[in-house]
């Protein structure tokens, strides 16, 4: 049973456009949400995270926001760069430690 | 400062052998915690230690261990190896519990098990 899931395998932006990176979750005990960008044969990077207390958190071109009711999440990206072309992880946690559950990532794709 | 540290980088071992992994996190980190990364899976957590005490740990089988040693670094453990615990092992150190942004990965180990 997949509690973090990302439903986009892949996604293509151009170059300068908005990418929206979107993650649902089914459990209601998860109160802290990360989002990470990884490269191959790198560990996850942290990017920004959102506190379930908040609907909103932003650093820079980067935009979490958080829907509790609808249990979905989404990274949005502002204008969109060719080096962000890489796997983007969304991940949750119940505040038990930091312990993470991630979902299946999404690979974006951002063209010249 | 340097980063979270996890040798080998690859290893290769047949079935029913055993594997150690070891992960030196970034200096100042009391908190390590283990994940598992497959194509079919993706990323499953494993366990968390913190101050030597193991604080959470995953739905893996008893095969899977760990531990912590008194300068934060950690090894995991795999006995009698099968195909399926190939994978990429991801370490991930932080300050202490409950410190999620400022937790960072190490590279991984890549483990192939033929």
């Known amino acids: 049973d997949q509690q973090v899931k990302q439903n986009s395998p892949s996604l293509s932006v151009q170059e300068g456009r908005i990418s929206i990176l979107n993650c649902d979750y089914t459990?209601?005990?998860?109160?802290?949400f990360l989002w990470y960008k990884k490269y191959p044969a790198e560990g996850p990077t942290f990017l920004i995270s959102i506190s379930s207390i908040k609907d909103k958190n932003e650093d820079g071109r980067f935009t979490v926001f958080l829907n509790k009711s609808a249990k979905h999440l989404s990274l949005h990206i502002v204008p969109s760069q060719p080096g962000d072309s890489a796997v983007y992880f969304c991940?949750?946690?119940?505040?038990?430690?930091?312990?993470?559950?991630f979902g299946g990532g999404t690979r974006l794709m951002v063209k010249p | 400062k340097a980063g979270v540290t996890q040798t080998p980088r690859y290893l290769i071992k047949t079935r029913g052998q055993q594997v150690t992994l070891s992960c030196s996190p970034i200096?100042?980190?009391?908190?390590v915690s283990w994940y598992q990364q497959t194509p079919g899976q993706g990323l499953q957590f494993l366990f968390e230690?913190?101050?030597?005490?193991?604080?959470n740990k995953g739905n893996f089988p008893g095969r899977f261990s760990g531990r912590q040693f008194s300068n934060s670094r950690s090894e995991m453990n795999v006995s009698t190896l099968e195909l399926g615990d190939s994978a990429l092992y991801l370490c991930?150190?932080?300050?202490?519990?409950?410190?999620?942004?400022?937790?960072?990965f190490g590279p991984g180990t890549r483990l192939l098990v033929l």
């Open positions: 459990n209601s005990m998860f109160d802290y």
């Open positions: 991940a949750a946690s119940n505040n038990a430690g930091n312990m993470l559950t």
């Open positions: 200096s100042g980190h009391r908190s």
């Open positions: 230690y913190f101050s030597e005490t193991q604080r």
């Open positions: 991930a150190s932080s300050l202490g519990p409950g410190n999620l942004a400022t937790q960072y």
